[in-house]
């Protein structure tokens, strides 16, 4: 199976029209708003057989008159129900890096996945990522990077909600989005009705520029998946 997604984005500046150097500048003496970028990018991924795929991506860009291209390549396997196993490598000019990836399922709302990134020199940078699905429009990560002599790393803690407007006939509009209750007997919800939007409405990131102590990952891993089991506790009072 081929598969194929294309994406073009084109970014442009107003602010020599929104705030020009005069103010009293009528507006159609001020400036045009003007495309000051361009990105084009290609992806192709080809289903070998039903555990091993690979990956092939072209992006185009230019920036002010200057132009650069990427060609990625990839290729994935399936280990088992639970993990995989994916290396990609970006060819651009710089110092070739290859990039292994292995992700596992922890639990129905768990993913784990070891990331490394390998140069000719030797290991550039190792990253821990874990997400959590908190709610189900609450999504948790937290991602430990450590460089190539593990004397510098960040801890990244990404907190994002997305938005889902309720039908006004489903039983969900008259309860509370972030319980992850099962719908109660008798309810009836239809199936193909239901619909969710993937838009982000809240994203909180926090970054440390230095080495994490093992406290501070400790203290992180029990706000991030400690913030689950309060939700799928039972709400005293709730009938």
Same mark, same amino acid.
């Given at each position: 199976r081929l598969r194929m997604s294309s994406s073009l984005i084109l970014s442009s500046s107003a602010s020599d029209f929104l705030e020009p150097a005069d103010p009293d500048t009528p507006l159609l003496e001020r400036a045009r708003p003007s495309i000051t970028?361009? /990105?084009?990018?290609?992806?192709?991924?080809?289903?070998?057989? /039903?555990r091993n795929s690979v990956d092939l991506g072209a992006q185009i860009l230019t920036k002010s008159g200057l132009g650069g291209s990427t060609l990625r390549l990839g290729f994935k396997r399936v280990l088992s129900h639970h993990a995989s196993l994916q290396l990609s490598s970006s060819f651009n000019g710089s110092p070739l890096l290859l990039v292994a990836t292995l992700t596992r399922r922890l639990s129905r709302?768990?993913?784990?996945?070891?990331s490394t990134n390998l140069s000719a020199s030797g290991i550039a940078s190792v990253s821990l990522r874990a997400s959590r699905q908190l709610t189900r429009r609450t999504l948790g990560e937290m991602t430990w990077t450590l460089g190539g002599f593990a004397d510098e790393g960040a801890l990244t803690?990404?907190?994002?909600?997305?938005?889902?407007?309720?039908? /006004?006939?489903?039983?969900?509009?008259?309860?509370?989005?972030?319980?992850? /209750?099962?719908?109660?007997?008798?309810?009836?919800?239809?199936?193909?009705?239901?619909?969710?939007?993937?838009?982000?409405?809240?994203?909180?990131?926090?970054?440390?520029?230095?080495?994490?102590?093992?406290?501070e990952i400790i203290a992180a891993v029990r706000v991030l998946f400690g913030a689950a089991r309060a939700r799928a506790a039972p709400r005293a009072g709730r009938p």
């Open positions: 970028s361009t /990105a084009i990018s290609e992806d192709i991924s080809l289903e070998l057989s /039903a709302h768990s993913t784990a996945s070891l803690l990404n907190l994002q909600r997305t938005a889902r407007k309720p039908l /006004a006939n489903s039983p969900e509009a008259e309860q509370d989005d972030d319980d992850e /209750a099962r719908p109660r007997q008798g309810d009836e919800v239809p199936r193909r009705r239901r619909s969710r939007s993937t838009r982000p409405a809240l994203i909180l990131l926090y970054s440390t520029p230095r080495l994490p102590r093992l406290s």
